[in-house]
């Protein structure tokens, strides 16, 4: 588990390694899912030694279950940490990193400003023309929030 410290803290405080990590998942992908031994095969492509089991175990042990949920917040939701694809956000260990990369990633292409992307393609890749997000990019700030509305 020391190791798997070790990536997340690099997930965490460099860029370039997320961004290698993403592109690498990325790659990996079979129909948007993501499993525990493609993070295996992603954290080891960037030098990190650890399995499949531990990516398990590790965000077994995060999960709370509804009844712990309840009792933390009063039976109330205050955030809600999954896209409605069902893909944990906020988790640079799961697919989406922020509401922006789910906007960017989801499946069926839905734009935060209404309907979905419309794309234009320029030299830097294909660009949404209502609402001028990147399409081949991971949206790791925040931009859009969870309903769409742009952040400031």
């Not at 493609?38 to 499949?52: E, N, P, R, Y």
């Not at 940490?81 to 906007?103: E, H, I, L, M, S």
């Amino acid at each position: 588990m020391i190791e798997l410290t070790r990536f997340k803290n690099a997930i965490d405080n460099d860029m370039n390694i997320r961004l290698q990590y993403l592109k690498i998942l990325d790659s990996l992908m079979i129909g948007g899912e993501i499993t525990p031994e493609m993070t295996s095969v992603a954290a080891k492509k960037l030098g990190f030694d650890i399995s499949a089991d531990e990516f398990l175990i590790d965000e077994q042990e995060k999960e709370l279950s509804e009844e712990e949920l309840n009792s933390v917040n009063g039976g109330i939701s205050l955030f809600d940490n999954y896209a409605p694809d069902g893909r944990k956000v906020g988790c640079p260990y799961q697919f989406y990193f922020t509401w922006t990369d789910y906007w960017i990633n989801n499946d069926r292409n839905y734009c935060p400003v209404g309907g979905v992307h419309e794309f234009e393609t320029t030299s830097e890749g294909k660009v949404c023309l209502k609402c001028r997000l990147g399409l081949n990019e991971r949206g790791l700030v925040n931009i859009y929030d969870r309903v769409g509305k742009e952040t400031k």
